[in-house]
């Protein structure tokens, strides 16, 4: 498996899947998950939809996946991140956070995709410490190397360097 780190906006990179940040509804909100749907056209907001008729909202820690529209990635894979809570045993929070790569990669792989591109997931709106949300996803993608390639897009410089640091200091 091969681990990349890119700056840059998740909507350009081309991979068989990019992972959004999503929320619950599914539905859009701001962020990566606003960006996806502005690239990516309404046929994607549609498949979120149908799937949201049919299942629900999605959970925190779980992903659904649908087309990639007008992206050049094949397939979208939407992941619903916790929100993190000041002050607090965060354990919990990074358990479901490690669920949120851990479902994600399963799911391209049940869908026989081979590479992977993840926004830093929970790390905007959702508040999660940068360090440690890094710390968690490259975790739980070297704990499960079942694809060939998995990239990592960072859009601000601080979770750019944080990754680099930890990537290469192995
Ligand atoms: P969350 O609600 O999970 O925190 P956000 O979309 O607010 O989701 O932020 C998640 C991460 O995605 C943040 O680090 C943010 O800087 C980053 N981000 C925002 N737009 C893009 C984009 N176009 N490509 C890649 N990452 C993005």
């Known amino acids: 498996m091969k681990i990349k780190v890119l700056k840059g906006d998740i909507t350009t ?38 799937i949201r008729n049919k299942q629900g909202k999605c959970n925190v820690g779980e992903a659904v996946i649908t087309t990639g529209g ?45 590479s992977i591109a993840f926004p830093c997931i929970s790390t905007g709106i959702y508040r999660f410490p940068k360090q440690v949300a890094a710390e968690v996803a490259i975790s739980a993608i070297k704990n499960n190397p079942i694809l060939n390639e998995v990239v990592f897009v960072c859009f601000d410089d601080e979770n750019y360097e944080i990754y680099k640091e930890l990537l290469n200091n192995e």
Request: aromatic share 2%; glycine share 10%.
């Open 13 to 50: 990179v081309q991979v068989d899947a990019i992972v959004n940040a999503a929320n619950s509804s599914l539905l859009g909100g701001s962020g990566v998950d606003g960006a996806i749907h502005k690239a990516g056209g309404s046929t994607i907001l549609e498949a979120c939809r149908q």
């Open 70 to 114: 007008n992206l050049p990635a094949k397939k979208v894979i939407h992941t619903v991140g916790p929100v993190y809570q000041k002050g607090k045993n965060n354990e919990k929070e990074k358990e479901l956070l490690t669920n949120c790569y851990e479902n994600s990669i399963l799911l391209a792989k049940e869908n026989d995709l081979q």
